[in-house]
């Protein structure tokens, strides 16, 4: 069964410094990977997603992700961060049966941007 | 607007008075399932469906019931709400039951059992 590892569940950083929250999955064969935010008071929305095609997927709001494979990891990166990013972010895996059935979300990242 | 919607946002009960909260989607999407959202555990699947009248269970479905009359609204029912169902709960739907179709989440529903 696959799993997903958020490291630190709080994050913060300053406004206009770089964002870094870091995922690991855990899976026999590469998966499809995930990013979603849920903003305050909302649902969860996606960010981004890899699905076997390009490792350096980019998303909504300046953000992308690489997938590395050798590091079985998916960190979520954004070059300078905004107070409207402060979040909470959630990766998220499947296995390649690629049921929505099989999507396992993380524990969650909060992250915090600083003025 | 494309939209998932739930019903009631803020809930306060008393163990063992069963009750619904409704979800429904406006984007003739097939699939749809509920999820609750625990702190340090993310979220974690209640009960998935399909299509209509095709439901199953996620993993954590010991408590609930769903039905699926029609392809727009997946209820999920209580019928003894208990203290440890205390959470906040989304509705999520998308069009096909893949995990590459996005996702689409209600705004949640904060359930409170006493």
């Known amino acids: 069964a696959q799993s997903v590892t958020q490291l630190g569940s709080h994050v913060s950083v300053s406004e206009g410094a770089l964002v870094l929250l870091r995922c690991n999955y855990s899976s026999s064969v590469p998966p499809y990977l995930f990013w979603y935010v849920q903003y305050p008071n909302q649902g969860l929305q996606l960010l981004l997603k890899?699905?076997?095609?390009?490792?350096l997927v980019k998303g909504i709001n300046g953000f992308e992700a690489e997938f590395k494979k050798s590091e079985t990891s998916f960190h979520l990166t954004k070059p300078s961060a905004h107070m409207s990013d402060a979040a909470e972010y959630f990766c998220?895996?499947?296995?390649?049966?690629?049921?929505?059935?099989?999507?396992?979300f993380g524990s969650g990242t909060q992250l915090t941007v600083l003025p | 607007e494309a939209q998932v919607t739930q019903n009631p946002r803020y809930l306060i009960t008393v163990t063992g008075k069963k009750l619904t909260v409704t979800c429904s989607q406006n984007?003739?999407?097939?699939?749809m399932s509920w999820y609750r959202q625990d702190p340090g555990l993310g979220l974690r699947q209640i009960y998935y469906?399909?299509?209509?009248?095709?439901?199953d269970k996620g993993d954590v479905p010991e408590g609930y019931k769903v039905s699926r009359k029609e392809k727009r609204n997946f209820p999920l029912i209580l019928e003894s709400p208990s203290p440890n169902q205390t959470s906040l709960y989304f509705c999520?739907?998308?069009?096909?039951?893949?995990?590459?179709?996005?996702?689409?989440f209600g705004p949640g529903t904060r359930l409170t059992v006493l």
């Open positions: 469906s399909m299509n209509v009248e095709v439901t």
């Open positions: 890899y699905t076997s095609a390009a490792t």
């Open positions: 984007m003739n999407h097939e699939y």
């Open positions: 998220a895996v499947s296995d390649l049966s690629g049921s929505a059935r099989q999507l396992t």
């Open positions: 999520a739907s998308s069009l096909g039951g893949k995990s590459t179709d996005t996702q689409y």
